[in-house]
């Protein structure tokens, strides 16, 4: 059964309103480019999973890049992951936010997949830029990345083997989860997702060990003693940390970097690891 539905006319609209709004507020705070506030100091969180084969394995996920521009936080990112010597590299979309930040995208993932294997998906921001997923392929294909958009990459480890799966966004109804393999013994089926709303399209019979996500920021600003007043759709009230649905268990990562404005307040972006013992 195919989990993916057409986009109707309110994602056609929420997109175009993206598109519109985005690519003004970006260009004009690229005109004062260090002008940012919470975006320079990171957690680094840690979850570990149980797995014969992968033991001893660890993945670094990050998501929700927003780079229209290379700043020094970005050297600082690639110092923390290659501090982390991870076996791999996942990224859960929105990479840019308009197709002037191509190039300072590439320039960071490329210095990523010069610490470990890159796998990467696509979020509603890479979408609105007006990339199409053609180009992103290709420049992905040249820099050896793998771009993941509704597909599996399977990565042999030991006996067994580790399935990197990874969707394209949810929230614009693009996900199709019929990319998923059927259980295996001695398999983990990581599933990479932009937004939190896969988990209301996973299916009991799915086989998914973790997802893993972003899209929310975490709320991006959080006023102590008010609740958080700023999350996109396909969020689904979920803001950060683990969510569960039947079987199926779901980390969201607040990710990097900023949407419309750029500002974090209280709200530390968030470098994951993913363990296995
Ligand atoms: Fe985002």
């Known amino acids: 059964m195919s989990t993916r539905r057409a986009s109707s006319w309110l994602d056609f609209v929420r997109a175009s309103v993206g598109q519109a709004l985005g690519h003004p507020l970006y260009q004009l705070f690229g005109l004062v480019p260090d002008w940012e506030f919470g975006l320079s100091d990171y957690d680094v969180t840690r979850h570990t999973?149980?797995?014969?084969?992968?033991?001893?394995?660890?993945?670094?996920?990050?998501?929700?890049?927003?780079?229209?521009?290379?700043?020094?936080?970005?050297?600082?990112?690639?110092?923390?992951?290659?501090?982390?010597?991870?076996?791999?590299?996942?990224?859960?979309?929105?990479?840019?936010?308009?197709?002037?930040?191509?190039?300072?995208?590439?320039?960071?993932?490329?210095?990523?997949?010069?610490?470990?294997?890159l796998y990467v998906t696509l979020g509603n921001h890479d979408h609105y830029s007006g990339v199409s997923v053609a180009e992103y392929a290709e420049l992905a294909d040249r820099h050896k990345i793998t771009l993941l958009v509704n597909q599996s990459a399977v990565i042999p480890v030991g006996g067994g083997e580790l399935v990197i799966v990874g969707v394209d966004d949810p929230s614009l109804h693009r996900a199709d989860l019929r990319c998923l393999p059927p259980r295996a013994d001695h398999r983990f089926t990581l599933l990479l997702a932009h937004a939190p709303n896969v988990l209301d399209q996973v299916e009991p019979h799915h086989a998914i060990d973790l997802i893993v996500c972003g899209h929310s920021h975490g709320g991006q600003w959080r006023v102590p003693g008010i609740p958080t007043f700023w999350l996109p759709p396909g969020c689904n009230g979920r803001i950060a940390g683990w969510h569960r649905s039947g079987v199926h268990r779901l980390y969201v990562n607040r990710g990097l970097g900023w949407s419309f404005l750029p500002f974090r307040f209280n709200c530390r972006p968030e470098i994951a690891v993913i363990e296995w013992v």
């Open 49 to 117: 999973h149980l797995h014969g084969v992968l033991a001893g394995r660890r993945a670094v996920h990050l998501t929700d890049l927003h780079i229209d521009r290379y700043c020094a936080r970005h050297d600082r990112i690639i110092e923390i992951v290659g501090d982390l010597q991870p076996d791999w590299i996942v990224i859960t979309g929105d990479l840019i936010n308009v197709p002037e930040g191509l190039p300072h995208l590439f320039r960071f993932l490329g210095r990523l997949r010069d610490i470990a294997p």
